[in-house]
Nanobody
Framework: VQLVESGGGLVQPGGSLRLSCAAS????????MNWYRQAPGKGREWVAR????????NYADSVKGRFAISRDNAKNMVYLQTNNLRLEDAAVYYC??????????WGQGTPVTVSS
């Protein structure tokens, strides 16, 4: 299993970034996928989840209405569109696969910096 995030960077408050996660090594179309984030000095925080077929999504209250998770099962990709970014959204964002063959998998993360 491999999860590779990309798309992070430096953005001003109010800006947007589209994060991507390329997945391989498992049957992607059968797996729900999640995004988490971890800010400096804080624990890892769940951000969003999408079902295997993309029909249902869930969000943390802190990002609801600003972030959107989506997926492309033909490309084995999951995305996180982050809009109206705030200073408190600055973190390393991780793609996460729960419970595949009794293991959980994390990507290496992509950093998002929000600064004016």
């Amino acid at each position: 299993v491999q999860l590779v995030e990309s798309g992070g960077g430096l953005v001003q408050p109010g800006g947007s970034l589209r994060l991507s996660c390329a997945a391989s090594g498992f049957t992607f179309s059968s797996a729900a996928m999640n995004w988490y984030r971890q800010a400096p000095g804080k624990g890892r925080e769940w951000v969003a989840r999408i079902t295997s077929d993309g029909s249902s999504t869930n969000y943390a209250d802190s990002v609801k209405g600003r972030f959107a998770i989506s997926r492309d099962n033909a490309k084995n990709m999951v995305y996180l569109q982050t809009n109206n970014l705030r200073l408190e959204d600055a973190a390393v964002y991780y793609c996460y696969l729960l419970g595949y063959r009794n293991r959980d998998y994390w990507g290496q993360g992509t950093p998002v910096t929000v600064s004016s």
